[in-house]
Nanobody, 125 residues
Framework: QVQLVESGGGLVQAGGSLRLSCAAS????????MGWFRQAPGEEREFVAG????????YYADSVKGRFTISRNNAQNTVYLQMNSLKPEDTAVYYC??????????????????WGQGTQVTVSS
Protein backbone atom coordinates (compact mmCIF):
# COMPACT_ATOMS: atom_id res chain seq x y z
CA GLN A 1 0.00 0.00 0.00
CA VAL A 2 0.93 3.64 -0.37
CA GLN A 3 -0.30 6.75 1.39
CA LEU A 4 -0.52 9.98 -0.60
CA VAL A 5 -0.61 13.53 0.76
CA GLU A 6 -1.07 16.53 -1.53
CA SER A 7 0.04 20.06 -0.76
CA GLY A 8 0.58 23.37 -2.51
CA GLY A 9 -2.96 24.38 -3.33
CA GLY A 10 -4.30 27.85 -2.70
CA LEU A 11 -5.82 30.99 -4.16
CA VAL A 12 -4.15 32.59 -7.18
CA GLN A 13 -5.11 35.17 -9.75
CA ALA A 14 -5.68 34.22 -13.36
CA GLY A 15 -2.37 33.99 -15.17
CA GLY A 16 -0.54 32.97 -12.04
CA SER A 17 1.23 29.76 -11.11
CA LEU A 18 1.09 27.09 -8.44
CA ARG A 19 3.12 23.98 -7.81
CA LEU A 20 1.35 21.02 -6.28
CA SER A 21 3.25 18.26 -4.52
CA CYS A 22 2.16 14.76 -3.63
CA ALA A 23 4.28 12.96 -1.06
CA ALA A 24 4.06 9.18 -0.92
CA SER A 25 4.87 6.84 1.93
CA UNK A 26 4.69 3.09 2.25
CA UNK A 27 5.67 0.82 -0.57
CA UNK A 28 8.53 1.71 -2.92
CA UNK A 29 7.39 4.78 -4.82
CA UNK A 30 8.99 3.86 -8.12
CA UNK A 31 6.62 0.92 -8.67
CA UNK A 32 3.69 3.31 -9.07
CA UNK A 33 2.38 5.05 -12.12
CA MET A 34 1.17 8.42 -10.87
CA GLY A 35 -1.63 10.68 -11.98
CA TRP A 36 -3.20 14.02 -11.12
CA PHE A 37 -6.96 14.46 -11.32
CA ARG A 38 -9.25 17.33 -10.48
CA GLN A 39 -12.87 17.72 -9.54
CA ALA A 40 -14.88 20.93 -9.66
CA PRO A 41 -18.19 21.30 -7.80
CA GLY A 42 -20.94 19.43 -9.60
CA GLU A 43 -18.50 17.91 -12.05
CA GLU A 44 -17.00 14.47 -12.47
CA ARG A 45 -13.40 13.84 -11.52
CA GLU A 46 -11.23 14.35 -14.59
CA PHE A 47 -7.74 13.35 -15.62
CA VAL A 48 -5.19 16.16 -15.67
CA ALA A 49 -1.79 14.55 -16.10
CA GLY A 50 0.01 11.25 -15.66
CA UNK A 51 3.59 10.04 -15.48
CA UNK A 52 5.23 6.65 -15.90
CA UNK A 53 7.21 4.89 -13.20
CA UNK A 54 10.56 6.16 -14.35
CA UNK A 55 9.27 9.58 -15.33
CA UNK A 56 10.14 9.22 -19.00
CA UNK A 57 6.57 9.30 -20.28
CA UNK A 58 4.04 12.00 -19.48
CA TYR A 59 0.47 12.55 -20.59
CA TYR A 60 -1.81 15.55 -20.33
CA ALA A 61 -5.44 16.45 -20.81
CA ASP A 62 -5.90 18.74 -23.78
CA SER A 63 -7.21 21.46 -21.49
CA VAL A 64 -3.88 21.76 -19.64
CA LYS A 65 -1.38 20.83 -22.33
CA GLY A 66 1.31 23.48 -22.64
CA ARG A 67 0.43 25.02 -19.27
CA PHE A 68 0.90 22.20 -16.76
CA THR A 69 3.93 19.96 -16.23
CA ILE A 70 4.00 16.74 -14.26
CA SER A 71 7.27 15.42 -12.87
CA ARG A 72 8.46 13.04 -10.19
CA ASN A 73 11.43 12.50 -7.92
CA ASN A 74 11.58 8.83 -6.99
CA ALA A 75 14.38 9.41 -4.51
CA GLN A 76 12.13 11.82 -2.61
CA ASN A 77 8.91 9.81 -3.14
CA THR A 78 7.19 12.85 -4.59
CA VAL A 79 5.25 13.75 -7.70
CA TYR A 80 4.71 17.36 -8.74
CA LEU A 81 2.30 19.32 -10.87
CA GLN A 82 3.59 22.69 -12.01
CA MET A 83 0.64 24.79 -13.12
CA ASN A 84 1.27 27.96 -15.12
CA SER A 85 -1.03 30.43 -16.87
CA LEU A 86 -3.85 29.39 -14.59
CA LYS A 87 -7.42 30.10 -15.62
CA PRO A 88 -10.61 30.36 -13.54
CA GLU A 89 -11.78 27.10 -15.11
CA ASP A 90 -8.81 25.35 -13.47
CA THR A 91 -10.51 25.88 -10.12
CA ALA A 92 -11.07 22.48 -8.51
CA VAL A 93 -9.89 20.09 -5.85
CA TYR A 94 -6.77 18.39 -7.18
CA TYR A 95 -5.98 14.79 -6.29
CA CYS A 96 -2.96 12.65 -6.87
CA UNK A 97 -3.41 8.95 -7.51
CA UNK A 98 -1.22 5.87 -7.79
CA UNK A 99 -1.43 2.57 -9.62
CA UNK A 100 0.98 -0.36 -9.37
CA UNK A 101 -0.68 -2.84 -11.70
CA UNK A 102 -0.76 -1.34 -15.16
CA UNK A 103 2.28 -0.88 -17.37
CA UNK A 104 0.75 2.17 -18.97
CA UNK A 105 -0.46 5.49 -17.59
CA UNK A 106 -4.24 5.24 -17.20
CA UNK A 107 -6.51 8.22 -17.70
CA UNK A 108 -9.59 6.71 -16.10
CA UNK A 109 -9.96 7.34 -12.38
CA UNK A 110 -11.25 3.83 -11.69
CA UNK A 111 -7.91 2.36 -12.79
CA UNK A 112 -6.05 4.00 -9.92
CA UNK A 113 -5.91 2.17 -6.61
CA UNK A 114 -4.73 4.84 -4.19
CA TRP A 115 -5.76 8.45 -3.73
CA GLY A 116 -4.75 11.42 -1.68
CA GLN A 117 -7.19 13.61 0.22
CA GLY A 118 -7.02 16.45 -2.30
CA THR A 119 -5.90 20.07 -2.25
CA GLN A 120 -8.04 23.03 -3.27
CA VAL A 121 -6.94 25.27 -6.13
CA THR A 122 -8.91 28.45 -6.68
CA VAL A 123 -8.17 30.78 -9.58
CA SER A 124 -9.77 34.20 -9.43
CA SER A 125 -10.53 36.25 -12.54
Amino acid sequence: QVQLVESGGGLVQAGGSLRLSCAASGRTFSVYVMGWFRQAPGEEREFVAGISRGGTRTYYADSVKGRFTISRNNAQNTVYLQMNSLKPEDTAVYYCAADSVLNRVPVASYEYDYWGQGTQVTVSS
